[in-house]
């Protein structure tokens, strides 16, 4: 297990994680149709600009760089954008993983390792979230990555392809480095916003919602460290390809902070003032999101190695010096 083809390669968490495959000794090759991906993310590592539509391309992919194991990040990630637009969510984040699957087996690739999502759980009914909670998503993002666990599922059984299903809670941070990070184009996630609100990119942060039967009434998050997430992938592939078996895991700290919290240490880390104005609720947004992370810690022997405030201070120095 060597050459791994990381699809979404140039995104925020398929960067990350080719760095620290490449940090373990693997060889991470670059797919990625750089619709969302960052060129600049992924100097020095193998690239191809390619759509996972196109099978042909995949397959002279997977023979010229003899292709082991695949990672996919590859998704659409916009809640709301889901629910006006499902079509692009369902084409891209199903029906082109399928195609991907397919390429896959024509290869005779055994190993899959997918980014799902807590959006598959839908409201929450337990306080930490395991993966014996119940998949009843609430919006198209959730459903499409849902579908998607489903087909596995099966295709294991018919054709022998195992996966890991990896539902991350919520992906932050930045490479210690400073050297790549989260760039979006139209930024909606609170960390990255804060930010510009602290560096005087925007005027101010909205919380949305201050009304939850929460301790200060903003809503409750596991925010979970991108290299630990990518630490995640490396191990999960490891214990695949150890057990031969397929499986899931739920990947958070097992921490919640609030959208407050969070605002007070971006002022703790950077020193600088945060202009806050009171909103409404966003629709779709559980009062509280925290991950029980105790499967992948006693099966794959996976910590978390960032805390809030590191995770705060990695964002920090990515945004003083970032080239994309
Ligand atoms: N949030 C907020 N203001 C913003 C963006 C997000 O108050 O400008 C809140 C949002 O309602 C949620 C939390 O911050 O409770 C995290 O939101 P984000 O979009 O980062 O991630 P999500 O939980 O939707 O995956």
Known sequence: MKNILVVGGAGYIGSHTAKVLEEKGY?????D???KGHKKAVRGYTFIKGDLGDKKKL???FAKHQIDAVMHFAAFTEVGESVLNPSKYYENNFCKVINLLDAMREANIKYFVFSSTAA???EPI????DENHP???INPYG???LMVETALKD???AYGLKSVCLRYFNACGAHPSGKIGESHSNESHLIPLVFQAALGKRDSIKIFGTDYPTTDGTCIRDYVHVCDLAAAHIAALEKMAETGGSDQYNLGTGSGYSVKQIIDMVKKVTGLEIKIEYGQRRAGDPAVLVASSEKARKILGWFPQYDLENIIKTVYKWEQKRKY
């Not at 060889?27 to 797919?31: A, D």
């Open 27 to 31: 060889t991470p090759v670059i797919y």
């Open 143 to 145: 459903s499409s990555k």
């Open 126 to 129: 337990m306080e930490y979230i």
């Open 120 to 122: 598959t759980f839908g």
């Open 135 to 137: 998949q009843k998503p």
């Open 33 to 35: 149709n750089l619709t």
């Open 59 to 61: 397959a002279k992919v």
């Open 155 to 157: 295709y294991d059984t």
